[in-house]
């Protein structure tokens, strides 16, 4: 399999007049009749008011404004195009505005549209959206240009949803850290929100943050720390983003490097564990699991402790994903200098199947793990004992290594930056920074042997940082990087 980056969108088909039109225009329409004599139509159409931006969000804004008039094209035939640029003195006149194409062109040409989604953005940049409009006769009128900044956010994370489109959710700079979401299809054009799923707001902290997976049911679901107690939270949504039930507390005590799993055999079991800041007392980080019922966010299994915390054996970095028909894979490191890499396997009622054991590595606090096809987990991570590489192992549901240590980037990467998602066909894409190569995107694609099916191939052209990914109904990969800031750019790749 191989894949094909799209940053943006091709761009819409410019129109093409029928030979009605030619047709039309001999028969005087487009003209004025002055004493028998044709005369050409010179006048522009006449613009309404302002552009208005709407439904802002860390990727992309809604461009509105009022349908102009024409003294000779009806207002069904006016086109518009829509164009951006990082000036307004960039996009300011009719003929700048019709110069632009590529990256900067929102909507090409169309008639009878009063509004367009500009999408694919940087989150935290301000952009300048201007409109042109165009009668039948090629005049053409420009609508002021008007600013907009997009979201500034915090922890990105991306889940497929089963109606084929994306959600993203995201902690909210700009409003009061409030945990948002919202939905783009398969080219990352807006669907709906922002809505807010976290009226209280989200914990800035390192190690907490909100999460987002698309359960084995199909119900997306959030989990997240909240900034008013510090505690695990989690919520069900719907497919556009809006929350259907909770907050349910699963958490009790402060908690950090959030772990969200799946139902392992179609179950209503839903996974969580988080580092537990007080846990056994102030000064050691233990760590604990949950079990809750997805349907009716009922307990299946109490708060339940995994480490202890104590001799400096402080939980880091957390992962879970569901392996086997009915199990839990759960990933994480122990020891604030040592982090060394240990999993446990439950199933779906919180019993241990696998004894806490090591992990394939040595030490490593980046990673994560994806159910393959067979039922076995694909663990990608950054091996920094071997020079920050990035390598993965696969596990079987009864814990035993079905393949060890494998190196998918023989580079230095970037530690805390990696993603992975199984893709339409099984194989499972991996995204990372090159630091080698000034920080490029980049992804891997292998199957479920390890065996490599797509090479390293640029993502990105510039420094940026994968966060999170997500694979669609429609066989491309959505990946989230981080930029720098709080600047986010969303990315689309298309298998091939």
């Known amino acids: 399999m191989r894949f094909t980056n799209r940053r943006f969108p091709a761009p819409a088909t410019r129109l093409l007049f029928s030979g009605a039109f030619l047709l039309l225009a001999a028969l005087g329409a487009g003209c004025s009749d002055n004493d028998n004599n044709l005369s050409p139509d010179n006048t522009a159409p006449v613009v309404s008011g302002t552009l208005s931006t709407g439904s802002v969000t860390p990727f992309s804004a809604v461009i509105s404004w009022s349908a102009a008039s024409d003294e000779t094209t009806g207002a069904s035939a006016l086109a518009y195009k829509v164009v951006r640029a990082s000036a307004a003195a960039d996009i300011d006149t009719v003929a700048e505005a019709d110069a632009v194409t590529g990256s900067g062109l929102v909507k090409d040409w169309t008639a009878g549209i009063t509004s367009a989604d500009a999408s694919l953005l940087l989150s935290d940049t301000t952009y300048h959206f201007a409109v042109l409009v165009r009668d ?21 994370f991306l889940a497929s949803l089963p109606n084929g489109n994306l959600l993203l959710v995201y902690r909210d700079d700009d409003d009061g850290d409030k945990g948002k979401s919202v939905v783009f299809d398969g080219t990352g054009r807006y669907v709906a929100g922002p809505t807010t799923v976290v009226a209280d707001g989200v914990k800035d902290g390192w190690g907490t943050d909100i999460r987002v997976i698309a359960h084995g049911s199909g119900v997306p679901v959030v989990s997240y720390v909240s900034k008013t107690d510090g505690t695990g939270y989690f919520a069900t949504l719907d497919n556009s983003g809006a929350v259907t039930a909770g907050p349910t507390q699963y958490m009790n005590d402060p908690s950090l490097f959030l772990a969200t799993g799946v139902a392992g055999g179609g179950g209503n079991s839903l996974f969580l564990a988080s580092g537990r800041g007080d846990y056994p007392s102030a000064s050691q980080q233990g760590g604990s699991f949950a079990i809750h019922d997805i349907g009716d966010g009922s307990v299946v299994k109490a708060v339940t402790e995994f480490n202890d915390g104590g001799s400096n054996d402080e939980t880091r970095g957390a992962a879970a994903s569901s392996i086997g028909a009915d199990r839990f894979f759960f990933l994480y490191s122990q020891g604030w200098s040592s982090l060394t890499p240990r999993f446990v396997i439950y199933d779906e009622a919180g019993t241990v199947q696998v004894a806490d054991s090591a992990f394939a590595t040595t030490k490593a606090n980046t990673f994560q793990a994806v159910k393959l096809a067979d039922n076995n987990a694909f663990v990608t991570y950054v091996d920094l004992n071997d020079s920050s590489k990035g390598k993965f192992a696969v596990y079987q549901s009864d814990g035993v290594l079905a393949v060890g240590a494998t190196t998918f980037a023989d580079v230095t990467l970037n530690n805390d930056w990696l993603a992975a998602t199984v893709t339409g ?3 499972v894409f991996i995204a990372y920074s090159d630091s080698s190569d000034g920080n490029k995107a980049k992804y891997v694609v292998h199957d479920g042997t390890g065996a490599l099916v797509t090479p390293a191939t640029d993502l990105s052209s510039g420094a940026a940082y994968p966060f999170s990914a997500a694979t669609l109904s429609n066989d491309s990969i959505a990946t989230v990087c981080h930029i720098t800031g709080n600047s986010y750019t969303l990315l689309y790749v298309t298998g091939q």
């Open 425 to 427: 066909d099984g194989y």
């Open 136 to 156: 039948l006769a090629g005049n053409m009128a420009i609508y002021a240009p008007v600013s907009q900044e997009t979201v500034a956010i915090s922890s990105p």
